[in-house]
């Protein structure tokens, strides 16, 4: 009959799948447990290593490109974690009490209690590098929402779905819908809740490539090993962290449309001047940089002057970035100015670094960082990418920088905010 049984799981785990709409982690936990399923029917155990390393290859054989994906990364990453952590020693779980004190636990719910800490704990931390790289932030009370909510979902939320799906043919689905749908408002009260907790959500500076393949690895070796060298990972680990915490932040940061500059001042936050502000882009830009206000706070536009003309935001040693408009305004700032942002096409005389409509035509939004009074400016799509509908970059050379003084308040000095400012069309 197990056998069986195992069957009609795996047919009934194949219409979920196509039900859920086949993601990459359902896809991850489709192929697993049809490769534990497939164990039960020829009386092999399943539930190891390998079973991973198979996902991983079918998926990645069906879609190469899921391996950049959080998705994929964070689903492998808990699981990985999870089974090596089975395998590694924590098999008491399931097994059978050895004292009266251990056999009342478990009829009171202790070990399932103790599995979805070790649970949570285990993924959360596995999970932890991709979520702080492609989200920039961290929940440090994971643990308790999960325990708070997933009894919720295993004996409320999904049993109420299952029996709405058997009674909706017959048309006596309704009171299900509305268990399953108490069951989610609770999971959204719980989470309500946590996320209001002080430093609930904490938040991380954006870091390189470099930092995230060293503390893969590092997870990988760990769940893989089995002797001793497997610590080795926690070295990898260790020089993952550093290498995130020494990752450098840009001093400027330019919009895909050059319609909106941020400037990093002297005491290290951003400051957004824009003729037009993109909501999206500048949520992003304070996530990336770790900084936990909202796109609509009013010190975003401290120290920023503007007129109708353009914009201008000083750097920490007496220079500024101008933010050009108006034609008028480009002669000027292209004078003064250590670099000119403009969603217009820049003059060719202009004697300061530009950033103009052709740049971002080619590159898409910029970010630059000053380094020995030079600006290292990095593109989205760098000049290595080439495309037949993507516009060639700017043949002008940016030309060197110089230490400018503080210009004069005028004729900017009408301290208006950047969202005040009209919107000129380009030329």
């Known amino acids: 009959m197990k056998k069986w049984a195992a069957l009609l799981a795996l047919l009934v785990a194949a219409f979920y799948l196509v039900l859920s709409g086949a993601e990459v982690a359902t896809q991850r936990a489709f192929i697993m447990t049809a490769i534990v399923l ?12 390998r079973t991973i390393c198979v996902a991983a290859l079918v998926l990645l054989a069906m879609a190469p490109e899921a391996i950049v994906h959080p998705s994929f990364q964070m689903s492998f990453a808990a699981t990985l974690a999870l089974v090596a952590v089975y395998e590694g020693g924590i098999r008491w779980l399931s097994a059978e009490p050895g ?40 929940a ?8 708070l909510a997933m009894p919720a979902v295993s004996i409320w ?8 799906l058997i009674a909706l043919p017959f048309g006596f689905d309704r009171v299900f819908w509305q268990l399953m749908g108490e069951g989610i408002d609770w999971m959204i009260v719980v989470a309500t809740w946590v996320a209001g907790l002080p430093g609930a959500v904490g938040r991380i500076p954006a870091f390189g490539v470099g930092a995230l393949l060293l503390g893969t690895a590092g997870l990988v070796v760990v769940c893989l090993l089995r002797s001793p060298l497997r610590w080795c990972g926690a070295g990898l680990v260790v020089l993952c962290l550093l290498a995130a915490s020494a990752a450098p932040r840009p001093d400027i940061l330019v919009s895909a449309d050059g319609g909106m500059v941020a400037v990093r001042d002297t005491g290290g936050a951003l400051r957004v001047m824009a ?18 206000r909202s796109e609509n706070d009013e010190s975003l536009g401290k120290g920023i002057r503007c007129d109708p003309t353009g914009c201008v935001a000083p750097l920490g040693d007496g220079r500024v970035v101008a933010l050009s408009i108006a034609a008028e305004a ?12 403009t969603a217009r096409n820049a003059p060719t005389a202009c004697e300061a670094p530009v950033i103009d409509r052709n740049a971002v035509r080619a590159g898409g939004a910029m970010s630059g960082r000053w380094i020995n009074d030079a600006l290292l400016v990095e593109a989205a799509r760098p000049e290595s ?11 002008n050379p940016p030309a060197p920088i110089r230490p400018v003084a503080p210009r004069d308040a005028t004729p900017r000095a009408t301290d208006l905010d950047a969202d005040d400012v009209p919107s000129v069309a380009p030329e």
């Open 38 to 49: 497939i164990g039960v029917m020829f009386d092999r155990p399943a539930l190891t290593l």
């Open 99 to 138: 004292t009266p004190f251990a056999a009342r636990v478990a009829l009171w719910g202790g070990r399932e209690i103790a599995a979805l800490v070790l649970a949570s704990v285990v993924a959360g931390l596995a999970t932890t590098l991709f979520a702080a790289y492609h989200f920039h932030r961290l």
């Open 140 to 147: 440090p009370y994971g643990v308790l929402a999960n325990l």
């Open 157 to 164: 939320v999904m049993p109420a779905g299952l029996l709405g």
């Open 275 to 292: 003729t037009r502000r993109d909501a999206f882009a500048l949520r992003e830009w304070l996530a990336a940089d770790g900084d936990a």
């Open 330 to 341: 480009m002669i000027e700032d292209c004078e003064i100015a250590a670099l000119v942002v």
């Open 385 to 395: 990418y080439r495309r037949p509908w993507t516009p060639a970059r700017s043949a």
